[in-house]
């Protein structure tokens, strides 16, 4: 009680410090009421005048903390004027949370969109710019279009990045002040301009202010799940098929065991017994079946784990992913590791090549990037630990400001599903005959159906919204509150949409919100029940469960059976704040371990992090610099030191100078350059230092012959495609690493410190490659002077799946003239030209 007394306490002093200042703002509004149109955008140009003279960054949070109240005061003021909105103190309050960085958690209907306005102005003055993230783009499309009324009038540009834009207008939309998206495409963004090859290409610029709405769902729930870039692999040459077709015949218990609560599939004794007779085997744990163990276990999962309509859903002969808490499609996006492939096999669809990772980043690693980060939701004060601890985001709860009139009813609980969706359809019937308008909340697109079918079998007409029909979402949704309008609706009701009472509407009560069944996390149903009680309007809300549901199922379904069972309770309805209790018990423990596994991801993620970090850096100082011919020395030292290092032993006598000079000629020098009597008797910073001189001699040469513009041209494209190409090929050793790591824990070692260690050892290797490679393919490559020297992207754009990104733009792949002429390379060693192809696909294709 002490430790929750300290944090209410610290919540309250946080509120009364930000209450002061948000009065200051207060006390501004007849000297604002004052100023003529004209002098918003007058005020603004003399703040980026003050701005643009600072020198630090800290120096810029000082003058904003200084001009906050005034700042507020006008946009406070504008938007009155612009929109007929003016903020109330609670959201004068919000805005003051949001500009420090922080979560303000704010109730349903309290105005979140109009209180951003106030810390995005602010933020956007020193000329950084703002972003605004939504979690879709019809939420974007419809801010942008209402708020940039009021930003235009206080003279800042608005743009909004959309998935369908081209890299043009992309890069116009992250220019401007403030800046509407998705954090997806965001996320997309980031790392396609990591893979660039001309600075012009790159379409963000830095990652400076973000406010994140409803942002429990993006860098909580989604934070699952890391953004991923991937190309076509070699195609598999396992049979989904086949191992499909197994996985039907087995039996839970006799051959396999399924745990409901981690979700975890394991084969029995007899069901390997099955396997090893149905594949033909003598041993299924044999080392050369891991890739049939790997496809058994994925056509498991398929077929016992996962539910069609609820886990993904069949469109146009496609699984389509459905996000689990937003209940939302997620068209593009591919579950990973064969699973997808799995699905296909299941529902006898065309099955897809497995995909190659050309790029990832987690949503917390993204995130953390931002210079000042903030957020707002409804509900995020049950996940401050994680915010704290990850973000260094404090969550502050925003009074309303109106009382909330909502009434929340305890669960009403029976012992079988189907007891409880038949009170819930009299509950139905009997508010619906009085007209008062209803919302029924679902997990899964089937029960969102089930309930939708009785309906109409009753003739109670009704609107459903789920991930099959949610193109008139908002339309749906605004209906909802009129008298007599029944919605059913799964999670994805509960973001980002705002559902007004009709006429007459609250002389019935107001909107009725039910819940079908408990989310595994509190904040999803308390996200439903919001959608009630809007300022101050009057509502209701209910829960029915079941002892069958999901969630009593995995924690306590036993413990609430027996306690029904000593009440007398056997078929009937049990109502109580124990068993609500209960309920949210079971709740904190799936949080927990949902906690857990974002921790561990992030943890794996973090040692990736460091790697990109280099990488990318790497890549934008080739970018960004016209000359990098520093660099490119540098790798070159390193390669030769090694090579140097390796044959000019001490013991003269054991020295092979031939080995030596046959390695230098076909890595760095033209054949003939260095005789044996040059390096004879000679130490190994000698021999260096000679080699250096004929490498720099023959660079020489080779700049005289195309130009010093052209050389660096040919430098830079020659860098970045080494860098890509490696990185690449260590993204994957580095997710086959990770598969693999958790059988480390059998021999008593710590799996996350195992990839730590290796994940070192691995990158020190992958620079030593980068530079051995660059070093090679920069001083043995041949070119005509005819020929042009470009730099066009490695990723083949048809091949590209950027996570929900459906509409990527599909190009042919582009055939390079030819820049290798004299270099030995085998037919099947990868093209010097970077394009990942074999030499024989590529550039040898005509030699």
Known sequence: ??????????????????????MQVDNLKDEMSRLQDGDFKKKTEEYRAQFKELESRADEEKLMEKILPEAFALVREAAKRTLGLEPFIVQIMGGIVLHRGDIAEMKTGEGKTLTAAMPVYLNALTGRGAHVITVNEYLSETQSQEMSKLYNFLGLT??????????DAKREAYDCDVTYTTNNELGFDYLRDNMVVYKKDRVQRELNFAIVDEVDSILVDE?????????????????????????????????????????NIQLTEAG?????????????????????????????????????DVDYVVEENKVVIVDQFTGRKMPGRRFSDGLHQALEAKEGLSIQNESRTMASITFQNFFRQYFKLSGMTGTAKTEEEEFVNIYNMKVISIPTNVPVERIDNPDKIYSTKDMKFKAV?????ARHRRGQPILIGTVAVETSEMISKVLRKKGIRHNVLNAKHHSSEAEIIA?????????????????????????????????????????????????LRGRSGRQGDVGESSFYLSLEDDLMRRFGSERIQNMMERLGMGGEELSSKVITRSVESAQKRVEGNNFDARKRLLQFDDVQRQQRDVIYRERNEILDNEDINDSLMGMIQG??????????????????????????????????????????????????EILMEKIESELEDKEKQLGEER???????????????????????????????????????NPLQEYQREGLQMFEELLTSIEDDTAKYVLKTKIRQEDEIKREEVVDKETLQAGNNAANQKKQPVRRKPIINEIKIGRNDPCPCGSGEKYKNCHGSNA
């Open 1 to 22: 009680m002490n430790v929750l007394e300290k944090i209410f306490n610290f919540n309250k002093r946080d509120l009364n410090q930000i209450r002061k200042i948000a």
């Open 639 to 688: 390669a030769v030191d090694r090579l140097v290092e390796y044959h000019i032993i001490e013991d003269e006598d054991n020295r092979d100078y031939e080995a030596f000079i046959q390695q230098a000629e076909e890595n760095f020098i033209s054949e003939g350059a260095l005789e044996k009597s040059e390096i004879e008797r000679r130490d190994a910073a000698e021999v260096k």
């Open 223 to 263: 934070a699952r799940t890391p953004l991923i870039i991937s190309g076509k692999a070699d195609a598999t040459s396992t049979n989904y098929v086949e191992a499909n077709a197994f996985v039907r015949t087995l039996e839970i218990e006799e051959d396999f065991t399924y745990d409901v609560k981690t979700k």
């Open 479 to 527: 209906d909802a509150g009129k008298k007599g309008a029944v919605t059913i609706a799964t999670n994805m009701a509960g973001r980002g949409t705002d559902i007004k009472l009709g006429e007459g509407v609250k002389e019935l009560g107001g909107l009725y919100v039910i819940g079908t069944e408990r989310h595994e996390s509190r904040r999803i149903d308390d996200q």
């Open 158 to 167: 608005v743009g909004l990045n959309l998935n369908s834009k081209k890299s």
């Open 272 to 308: 390997v017994e099955k396997a090893e007779n149905w594949f033909k085997l003598d041993n299924l744990y044999d080392v050369s079946n891991v890739n049939l163990i790997h496809h058994i276990n994925q056509g498991l999962r398929a077929n016992k784990a996962m539910a069609r």
């Open 425 to 429: 359809l009299a509950d139905v019937e």
């Open 711 to 749: 050389m660096r041209m040919f430098e830079s494209m020659i860098m970045l495609r080494t860098i890509d190409k490696k990185w690449i090929e260590h993204i994957d050793a580095m997710n086959q690493l990770r598969t693999g790591i958790g059988l480390r824990s059998y021999a008593q070692t």
